[in-house]
């Protein structure tokens, strides 16, 4: 599309008719934005919800979030609609450190970027030649201080409706039907404005065309640092904020010009934050609820009104207004019950923390940045590849509400969508469900734990130890230790802290699980050994029962995951053993598990090949016992093999191991014996 000539307002309009130009509210805008990305269809917490993938684009994006997302888009929606959303503030309630402000600097950050295309770029006017009117000195270009539309202006250049609209029809060409769809957007102009506009109107008699000799169009400015478009207002403490920092205020360079003192142009606008972002933008403030009295109260004006008002004058503002505020501030703020007409004014989402912890390795990830890390002696920092495990389980087991229906462990590894036993999607469902019936926020699931901030101080207690530092790898064992550190440093209120500390304890025995699979598929030489034992297992007791097993008992099958045909050895032993490990003693308790994998297979392989069983730790931890005890009598027995090295074969195979390690699970030689180290130490193994 050629761009818009600086004069040429009539091409303007021309552009919009013919749909080169968008002209919409910033609720359209940012609904339009939302739903033109791709939308998919996800579970979380056994509910079905949508997946935008405009929050999952770029090389720093949102992660989780889904039901708060959800919540957002059909706010905007709304408000695009024309409902009730469009005279309220989006407000994200919430503990620090979960990603309330990085949600909205994200939103922004995108915004931005879609008004860049041209299609969709923002434009305003400004006057210029205003010294022919003598009563402003020497100020001779005036721009339009909430960023007013062209099509506004368009919508108001006659007093009569009626006369504009004709306007429209007979200069544009507009139909009826597309002047009403524009008229839905009507609001009149700025005080300043109208004022001008107004006083070029006498100036030209009337005639339109002199009087549009005055207007020049310009695009919006982008620029993140001007605060245009996309505004932020962080609160401040009670004696440097004023409304001056959200209205504007009396120009006093404007007054030095300005003869007339009713002209309300002697007001500068864009000293405040709304002013600039008036024109189809994102006001964003931070931390709300911590403003003082009046400021809040000039808040519930303009989300009210949408209004700039200052001594009478109005400027109409087309934004959205989006806040956060931390849960102490917003229950103070609600126990002052004259403060109501402010919270009923705002549409609250309250924001959990993360709760799946496959997707807190995204998160953890972050929180230990992306740059290749060095030691205070500027060498190459290892991570152990247990770690991001260690710190995901670890920190969202702390945002795991207790439950009577559920451990913690089931609960976490249902919420990350796996198996958990015998208990289903639908225990979890019901346990959200009770929690959330709780009118204490913090009590309701995911709203309490260790937020993404405390994760990141104990990775920085981590990098800074000297241990770590020694041995120029970040050790996975070591993130406990920090994440205790941060819980008795950071976390005031005792029952939270006794919890935190119980639930790094269960994250370090799950870490522990892991490293006797880590232990075994070293022993074994191979990356997966472990994976192919447990589904060995799973086709075994698939294949016992089948028709053509023959007294060999060999049974041939079409693997799902390559599509070739198989030939597995039954192992009635090997299977028995397995389940004796997992508890079960009758015929009747061994039938009932295997049908339930049976199940578990059917369902999942359906729609992933891929499954593998690997989340299901129980069976893994069977799997892997068994496995140890035939092969070497028992993990006790590997266990003094490598801790017990004065003999060359127990060296020989402590060498080995390592070796693996080293070259097929991405361990360095100091995480590497550490673990062999941990493993072979037993006092928290329980």
């Known amino acids: 599309m050629a761009k818009i000539s600086k004069n040429s307002f009539n091409e303007h309009l021309q552009a919009v008719k013919n749909k080169e130009l968008i002209f919409e509210n910033a609720f359209e805008g940012i609904s339009r934005m939302i739903l033109e990305s791709e939308i998919q269809k996800v579970v979380v917490n056994g509910k079905t919800t949508y997946d935008f993938s405009i929050f999952r684009k770029g090389k720093k994006h949102i992660i989780g979030m889904y039901d708060e997302i959800n919540s957002f888009v059909s706010y905007v929606k709304d408000a695009a609609e024309n409902g009730s959303s469009k005279e309220m503030a989006y407000v994200l309630v919430g503990e620090p450190g979960n990603g309330k402000t990085f949600f909205v600097d994200f939103l922004c950050d995108k915004y931005r970027n879609f008004l860049t295309k041209e299609k969709n770029r923002k434009y305003s006017f400004r ?53 009403e769809k524009l008229y839905e957007n009507y609001r009149p102009l ?36 001007l605060g245009t478009v996309t505004g932020k207002y962080p609160a401040k403490d009670k004696i440097t904020s004023s409304a001056v920092d959200l209205l504007g205020e009396e120009s006093i360079q404007r007054l030095l010009h300005i003869s007339d003192t009713n002209n309300p142009y002697r007001f500068d606008l864009r000293r405040g934050a709304l002013a600039r972002v008036a024109g189809g933008g994102i006001h964003f403030s931070d931390e709300i609820f911590k403003n003082k009295k009046d400021l809040i109260q000039v808040y519930l004006g303009v989300i009210q009104n949408r209004t700039i008002e200052i001594d009478g004058f109005k400027w109409p503002i087309d934004t959205l207004i989006v806040a956060t505020s931390n849960n102490s501030e917003f229950n103070r703020f609600l126990s002052e019950k004259e403060e109501a007409p402010i919270v009923d004014r705002c549409r609250i989402s309250y924001i959990s923390h993360n709760t799946n912890y496959k997707l807190q390795n995204a998160l953890t990830l972050y929180a230990m940045g992306n740059k290749n890390r060095t030691t205070l002696t500027q060498k190459k920092l290892h991570q152990d590849p247990n770690l991001n495990y260690a710190a995901s389980v670890a920190v969202v087991l702390t945002r795991l509400a207790r439950s009577e229906k559920l451990t913690p462990v089931e609960t976490m590894k249902l919420a990350a969508g796996e198996v958990a036993g015998e ?34 101080r104990a990775v920085q207690l981590l990098i800074e130890s000297s241990e770590t530092n020694e041995g120029e790898c970040m050790f996975a064992c070591d993130i406990f230790k920090a994440l205790e550190r941060i819980i008795l440093d950071y976390v005031t209120d005792a029952n939270d802290r006794a919890k935190y500390l ?164 991405n361990y360095c030689i100091t995480c590497a014996q550490k673990t062999i180290e941990y493993f072979c130490t037993q006092d928290d193994e329980n």
């Open 127 to 179: 006057f210029v030649n205003m010294e022919k009117l003598e009563t402003l000195g020497k100020i001779r270009v005036i721009e339009s201080q909430t960023f007013e539309d062209p099509m506004i202006l368009a919508m108001n250049l006659f007093e009569d409706n009626d006369q504009n609209k004709n306007f429209l029809a007979a200069q544009i060409g507009f139909k009826d039907k597309e002047i």
């Open 502 to 665: 119980e639930d790094i304890k269960l994250g370090k025995s799950l870490y522990r699980e892991r490293i006797m699979t880590e232990m075994f598929n070293a022993y074994m030489d191979e990356p997966l050994a472990i994976r192919k034992d447990v589904m060995n297992y799973v086709n075994m007791i698939i294949g016992i029962d089948a028709e053509n097993l023959g007294p060999d008992k060999m049974w041939k099958y079409k693997d799902p995951q390559s599509g070739e045909l198989k030939a597995l050895k039954i192992d009635e032993r090997y299977i028995l053993s397995v389940e004796e490990r997992l508890g079960l003693k009758t015929v009747e308790q061994r039938e009932t598990f295997r049908t339930s994998i049976r199940k578990i297979y059917g369902q999942k392989i359906s729609i992933d090949s891929d499954y593998d069983f690997m989340d299901n730790l129980e069976l893994v931890k069977a799997i892997t016992d068994v496995r140890l005890k035939s092969d070497i009598a028992g993990a006790g027995s590997l266990i003094g093999a490598l801790a017990n090295r004065t003999n060359e074969e127990n060296q020989k195979l402590y060498d080995r191991m390592v070796d693996t390690m080293l070259n097929k699970l």
């Open 423 to 456: 208990k289903s999607i639908k225990t979890l469902v019901e346990v959200i469900d009770q929690l959330n019936q709780n009118p204490d926020i913090t009590k309701r699931f995911g709203q309490k734990g260790l937020g993404q901030r405390n994760l990141g």
């Open 190 to 225: 700025g005080a300043c404005s109208a004022y001008l506009w107004n006083q070029i109107n006498n100036y030209a008699d009337g005639d339109i065309n002199k009087m549009l000799e005055f207007i020049e169009l310009f695009p919006v400015p982008l620029t993140e640092s």
